[in-house]
């Protein structure tokens, strides 16, 4: 199967996020958002969908075609953005990202922080299997960058006195267990304890923080995986529309009294007690009933 047909999650399956269903594109009018691994994707659905909902949107990408090209969609559907490229993990160039970005929209008042996972940088092994220096990459490219690009965009919004809103994709994975991940679950935990952490820390100055915990989505980074049954009640992966629109929610004023919290969105995945009850179990005594 090639990775095109892989990927091929079926948008008219009828329960998917419908392709010209949209934001209100006053929801997010006169906001700026910076999204942190936006050139593909999850990354790039959520691009796409809050500059649909109004905002500036800013493409942040190691892979600055991928950037160019969500850029040149949400311009030519009549919105505004920019693409930057700069390596999330480098301190200089994310706060040259983040003050480049707020110069060109005039502020930036809302975080993505998608840039992450696995499947890409580590081969899925048992702990006692893990070398040092993968175990660290999984840890910076899933937890420790986060600081960085979080505590340049604090720094903007606290000058400003706007306040804001700072959105994590942390995982499944996080809030669960499966094994050979687990220096990508540990990280994922971690952001969601840094999501709750920096929501008290910066409640007073009306900065919520808040995280998205996808289950299994169909992009291209899992695309050799993407077949077979979702393991999830709704018995669908996730397309990265559907983790888009969780985003904007919580990016928008419609979530202003929501913060700290993590929204797992996973089909039901992390409800489903794994125990399999095929046909209808008979009471023992149904006659005597
Ligand atoms: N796909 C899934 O099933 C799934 C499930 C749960 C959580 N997630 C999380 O969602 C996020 C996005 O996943 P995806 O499948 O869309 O990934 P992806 O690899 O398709 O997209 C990630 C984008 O971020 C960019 N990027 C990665 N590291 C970077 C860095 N250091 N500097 C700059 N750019 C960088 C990549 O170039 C890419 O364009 C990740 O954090 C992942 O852990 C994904």
């Not at 970005?101 to 840039?115: K, P, Q």
């Not at 018995?235 to 983790?243: F, G, K, M, S, V």
């Not at 919580?250 to 399999?276: C, E, H, I, R």
Request: with cysteine.
């Amino acid at each position: 199967m090639s990775g095109s047909e892989a990927i091929r999650y079926d948008r008219e399956c009828g329960t998917c996020p419908p392709s010209h269903m949209s934001w209100h594109p006053d929801l997010l009018a006169n906001q700026a958002a910076v999204v942190a691994g936006g050139g593909r994707g999850i990354g790039a659905a959520i691009a796409r969908a809050l500059a649909s909902a109004g905002a500036a949107v800013c493409v942040i990408d190691i892979a600055n075609d991928r950037a160019s090209e969500v850029v040149d969609a949400i311009t030519s559907a009549g919105g505004q953005a920019i693409a930057i490229q700069a390596e999330l993990r480098d301190p200089r160039q994310v706060e040259s990202a983040i003050d480049n970005a707020a110069a060109s929209f005039g502020g930036v008042n809302v975080l993505v922080n998608v840039a992450g996972g696995m499947h890409a940088y580590a081969p899925w092994r048992r702990l006692a299997d893990w070398d040092e220096d993968t175990w660290d990459e999984i840890l910076d490219r899933n937890l420790r960058y986060v600081f960085l690009t979080t505590r340049a965009m604090v720094r903007h919004l606290l000058a400003a006195g706007t306040g804001g809103s700072v959105v994590n994709i942390a995982s499944i994975s996080g809030e669960t267990s499966a094994p050979n991940h687990a220096a990508y679950g540990a990280a994922k935990a971690g952001l969601t304890n840094l999501t709750r952490t920096l929501a008290v820390e910066y409640g007073p100055d009306q900065i919520r923080f808040n995280a998205v915990a996808p289950g299994s989505v169909a992009t291209p980074a899992v695309a050799d995986r993407v077949h077979g049954n979702s393991a999830a009640p709704l018995q669908r992966w996730a397309t990265p529309e559907d983790i888009a629109n969780a985003v904007v929610f919580l990016a928008s004023p419609l979530a202003s009294y929501v913060t700290g919290q993590t929204l797992l969105v996973d089909g039901g995945a992390s409800a489903n007690f794994p125990l399999t009850t095929p046909t209808p179990i008979p009471l023992v005594n149904e006659e005597a009933l």
